[in-house]
């Protein structure tokens, strides 16, 4: 049972190039999100989506975009990497939007030069 | 303005010494709370889910208890293996908020 899987585990980018993060989930839940987190800070949402088809933004979504063409799928996009990007990003997924756990892959540590 | 607070940010425990970890929390409209453990190098594992002030959750050593304004993590007899950082997560009416987590070492 794989639950959420991330890949790369770790990923170094020159500044303004660009690269996708990858996240499936087997656990065919309709709640997708991306987050990011950074010494000192809780974790922040990027974007999410609650079903295929459908995204929308988080908290922090300048310079990232999404999509999300089946259940299990959700790749982050970094259109054009800046050093600010420099995090480790978690993908989630839940049963639903709100009041639900969400379950976490591993994680990408991402360092932008 | 809406904040999730963790105390304190780091805690040591000698094996066997029962502490306790604060989350506090002021979001307009309370629907749940979330504790998560995060070990080095993974992503956030669930722990317990708590809705309402009152509520308490036990596992193995661990037992969340809620009120109005915080919730707490009692760790009774820990053991090394309960190393972590422990992340705290507040669920708003449209949004979920995450503390910036205590990291709890376990010495033998």
């Known amino acids: 049972n794989a639950g959420v899987t991330q890949t790369p585990k770790f990923q170094v980018l020159k500044t303004g190039q660009s690269m996708t993060l990858q996240c499936a989930q087997d656990?065919?839940?309709?709640?997708m999100s991306w987050y990011r987190q950074d010494p000192g800070m809780g974790l922040r949402l990027i974007h999410y989506?609650?079903?295929?088809?459908?995204?929308d933004q988080g908290e922090v979504p300048n310079g990232y975009n999404v999509s999300r063409s089946t259940t299990e799928d959700f790749p982050l996009r970094l259109l054009s990497a800046a050093p600010s990007q420099t995090s480790v990003y978690f993908c989630?997924?839940?049963?639903?939007?709100?009041?639900?756990?969400?379950?976490f892959g591993n994680g990408t540590r991402l360092t932008v030069t | 303005e809406d904040q999730v607070t963790q105390s304190p940010e780091a805690l040591r425990l000698q094996e066997g010494e029962s502490s306790s970890l604060n989350c506090s929390y002021t979001?307009?409209?309370?629907?749940?709370l979330f504790w998560y453990r995060q070990d080095p190098g993974k992503g956030p594992e669930f722990l317990f889910t708590?809705?309402?002030a009152g509520e308490e959750k036990e596992k193995e050593r661990l037992k969340a208890t809620l009120t109005k304004k915080e919730s707490f993590l009692h760790i009774t007899a820990p053991k090394p293996e309960d190393s972590a950082t422990y992340l705290c997560?507040?669920?708003?009416?449209?949004?979920?908020?995450f503390g910036t987590g205590t990291r709890l070492q376990v010495f033998p």
């Open positions: 979001v307009s409209g309370l629907r749940g």
């Open positions: 989630a997924s839940s049963y639903r939007l709100r009041n639900s756990p969400l379950h």
């Open positions: 989506s609650v079903g295929a088809g459908i995204t």
């Open positions: 708590l809705y309402s």
């Open positions: 656990m065919n839940h309709e709640y």
């Open positions: 997560a507040v669920q708003d009416t449209d949004k979920l908020i």
